[in-house]
């Protein structure tokens, strides 16, 4: 069963080297988008985890501690495939949109926990409890409180079109939304690229090539 939390959160994967990764968000952005082993990507992963925790041991109320520390659980989860990690995430997703709503980042967290689910399969769907619609809900929140931002736009188009082949035009128009977006932070010209490669297959009305390219733009799908 292969489980990928999405959350959803991404670096400057393509613009930073092993030595600069100090912070939680970069060691998961280089596990989730540089990555080409696995075991690098759960050593990177692992890092996380512990650094994140560090941080809530001193600050157990700090944003972008708990955030990554949600995520850096259900990144293991993608890599060890535990339910109780991936069911452990959901939790701490579901807690932080409660406390804040209209945070972009947490609904993309939740939604892409959601998605990355169903598209794990019958099995991690049973298992996890995850569900469609409330993935779908989650990412259009995310683009709608995200503000132009290339982040949440490319992201969600990539989602879209993984789940769907047939969403073609909705995939499509958000794309186009994240290639001409503003990039005020690495995250974003991440998407931004990624999304300016998803308009060649998504242009020629083609989903099948464009969710096969999206599995592997999408988190650990540069992993062999």
């Known amino acids: 069963m292969r489980?990928?939390?999405?959350?959803?959160v991404i670096a400057a994967a393509a613009i930073m080297s092993p030595v600069q990764a100090v912070t939680p968000r970069d060691l998961l952005t280089?596990?989730?988008f540089q990555a080409t082993d696995k075991r690098q990507a759960l050593a990177l992963v692992t890092q996380a985890v512990d650094q994140s925790q560090a941080i809530l041991?001193?600050?157990p109320n700090d944003h972008e501690g708990l955030l990554q520390n949600a995520m850096s659980i259900g990144y293991r989860a993608t890599l060890t495939k535990k339910p109780a990690?991936?069911?452990s995430s959901r939790k701490m997703f579901e807690s932080l949109v409660a406390s804040n709503p209209r945070d972009p980042e947490f609904?993309?967290?939740?939604g892409g926990w959601h998605l990355d689910c169903v598209a794990a399969?019958?099995?991690a769907t049973t298992v996890l409890g995850c569900n469609k619609d409330l993935g779908l809900d989650g990412i259009g929140k995310a683009v709608s409180y995200g503000g132009n931002r290339?982040?949440?736009?490319g992201m969600a188009a990539m989602m879209r079109i993984r789940l769907d082949r047939d969403a073609v035009a909705a995939s499509l128009a958000l794309a186009q939304a994240a290639a001409a977006a503003p990039t005020p932070t690495a995250l974003d010209r991440i998407a931004k690229h990624d999304a300016e490669l998803m308009l060649v297959p998504l242009r020629a009305g083609d989903g099948k090539a464009a969710s096969a390219l999206a599995k592997k733009l999408l988190p650990f799908g540069?992993?062999?």
Request: charged letters at 20%; aromatic letters at 14%; a positive charge.
């Open 3 to 8: 489980f990928e939390p999405l959350v959803c």
């Open 30 to 32: 280089q596990a989730a």
């Open 57 to 59: 041991a001193t600050r």
């Open 85 to 87: 990690d991936a069911k």
């Open 107 to 110: 609904q993309l967290a939740i």
């Open 121 to 123: 399969g019958f099995l």
């Open 150 to 153: 290339a982040f949440f736009k």
């Open 222 to 224: 540069r992993l062999g």
